[in-house]
């Protein structure tokens, strides 16, 4: 790619075909992608009719006109520049849920943004980004992963020729083993290597290693048959993908009649990312408080930059429905300082050098036990980085870590091994929707608005749209984040919250669908 001219002829595709670039390449052109097309630019010499004639044989929906695409392209190209003219550029691997936050974060730095996608994603999981960042980020170049020739991938990144590629970044879980390999195969990169790629992704050989270091890991068993798993169940127990993220396709049987029936569901079944469930993952039940330990790391240091506590219960037919994240803190700190103990000996056990990553750990009475890790940004369309920006301090939230662990180690290496003390503390509360249908308002918004500990909000449906009963991350209607120096009033917020979002207290306007009954 050649920086675009100063005047030119740009041809618009706003379908965004694939192997565009190759196209502008081959005609002399330049290509940059934007939130909903792709813009070619050519020479304004080579003339208006023959661009027109040449855009025509390519056979896609497009438009040609001339103009002075300067002022256009001015967010793409006004980047910070080494003296050789070239894009410092971050390439961000699956850029979903909080890893467009992470784009847009590092746009704000000066970065030019290329992402690459682990796989052809569906629609609607390509929406699944902050609001804010929706149809605002502008790419400079998106490739698929090729998994068949991962060199061919890690090549067409080195050939970019506008930019220099400053770093290499995971956005969310899908893209774990895609990031593995293209950063080992990038001359020059810090790099976690492939060689345990799958115990990083795969929850079985996740826990596995655990135990194989010597660190406590839940019972377990990888099951491809129901016989399988019938032989290993003695009473309550978990079932859940191998892969996946938040609580798809995990379920809590309390007997083998229910195991069986929940067993079945997942077998066979396609996980949020579209992969297939070859077999399921049977462990024991594990009882006590959930945590979440947010960490970054650099040359095998970790350095914690958030921990939570969840309230996941069951909703609406569903076992894990989350109701709020809450920052932790104890006023000894013990607890903390065990959780981040444990949780930074498992990032060792499954070969963590290097990126983010996001452990989920059940405390119990003797202690912490690891629920999964994903070695990749907290998720949650990145609604954390607001609340710790407010009660921690700047800088300390884990995207902006990761930002500074490429670009500006130093600052990691000041950070203490986990947070400060804090003042207050910060809730997100999971909006739930107990009814589905049309939805026609949120009249009860703007009382939540008025609350004293309100902060921000992440509202993911509009009026008009179909709503269903909320059963996992993907059918929450959004979350309202909640900070104050007063731990009382934001327990009582969460309660307001909950209280109106439940049928007839005036958080949802929603009217049913019609049930049409045949003759």
Not at 98 to 111: Q, Y
Not at 176 to 192: A, I, K, Q, R
Not at 342 to 371: F, I, K, T
Request: glycine share 8%; hydrophobic share 40%; charged share 25%.
């Amino acid at each position: 790619m050649m920086t675009p001219p100063p005047t030119g002829i740009v041809v618009r595709f706003p379908e965004r075909p694939k192997k565009l670039e190759a196209w502008a390449k081959e005609h002399g052109a330049v290509s940059l992608s934007r939130a909903a097309e792709t813009l070619v630019v050519f020479e304004a010499s080579r003339g208006l009719e023959n661009i027109q004639s040449i855009a025509a044989k390519s056979n896609t929906r497009c438009t040609v006109s001339l103009l002075e695409p300067v002022r256009e392209f001015q967010p793409l190209i006004s980047r910070r520049s080494n003296t050789d003219g070239k894009v410092d550029t971050i390439v961000i691997v699956d850029p979903l849920s909080s890893g467009a936050l992470l784009a847009a974060m590092a746009a704000e730095r000066g970065l030019g943004l290329v992402r690459v996608l682990s796989k052809a994603f569906p629609e609607e999981f390509m929406r699944i980004v902050p609001t804010g960042c929706s149809g605002t980020l502008e790419w400079l170049a998106t490739l698929e992963f090729d998994d068949q020739s991962p060199e061919a991938t890690a090549r067409a990144i080195s050939d970019l020729e506008f930019a220099h590629v400053a770093g290499v970044a995971v956005g969310c879980e899908s893209g774990v083993e895609c990031y593995d390999m293209l950063t080992e195969l990038l001359e020059g990169f810090p790099s976690n290597g492939s060689a345990q790629s799958l115990t990083r992704r795969d929850k079985y050989p996740m826990g596995e290693a655990v135990r194989a270091a010597g660190l406590r890991a839940c019972e377990q068993k990888l099951c491809a048959t129901w016989d399988q798993a019938e032989t290993f169940i003695d009473g309550w127990c978990v079932l859940k993908p191998c892969k996946s993220a938040g609580t798809d396709g995990v379920y809590i049987a309390k007997n083998h009649e229910e195991a069986r029936r929940r067993f079945n569901q997942i077998l066979g079944q396609e996980n949020i990312f579209g992969e297939t469930n070859d077999a399921v993952l049977v462990q024991e039940f594990l009882r006590g408080t959930e945590f979440v330990v947010d960490s970054v790391s650099i040359e095998g240091v970790h350095k914690c930059t958030a921990i939570w506590v969840y309230d996941k219960r069951p909703c609406n037919g569903a076992q894990f429905v989350y109701h709020s994240m809450s920052l932790f803190q104890t006023p000894s700190g013990e607890r903390e300082e065990k959780l981040v103990a444990y949780v930074h000996a498992v990032l060792d056990a499954l070969g963590v050098r290097y990126g983010p990553s996001h452990a989920e750990v059940m405390w119990q009475h003797d202690g912490p036990c690891l629920v999964e890790v994903g070695c990749r940004p907290h998720g949650g369309e990145g609604t954390f980085v607001g609340m710790i920006e407010k009660v921690i301090g700047k800088g300390f939230d884990q995207l902006s870590v990761m930002l500074d662990a490429i670009e500006k180690p130093y600052r990691f290496h000041r950070l203490p091994k986990r947070p400060p003390t804090f003042q207050g503390g910060a809730i997100e509360v999971c909006l739930i929707a107990y009814e589905q249908g049309t939805l026609r308002g949120l009249p009860g918004l703007q009382s939540v608005r008025h609350l004293a500990s309100f902060h921000a909000e992440e509202i993911k449906v509009a009026i008009g749209d179909d709503i269903t009963k909320t059963v996992d991350f993907l059918s929450t209607p959004g979350s309202i984040m909640l900070v104050h120096n007063d731990a009382d009033q934001l327990h009582r917020d969460v309660d307001f919250i909950h209280h109106i979002s439940k049928p007839g207290n005036g958080l949802y306007d929603i009217s049913p669908k019609l049930r049409l009954r045949s003759l």
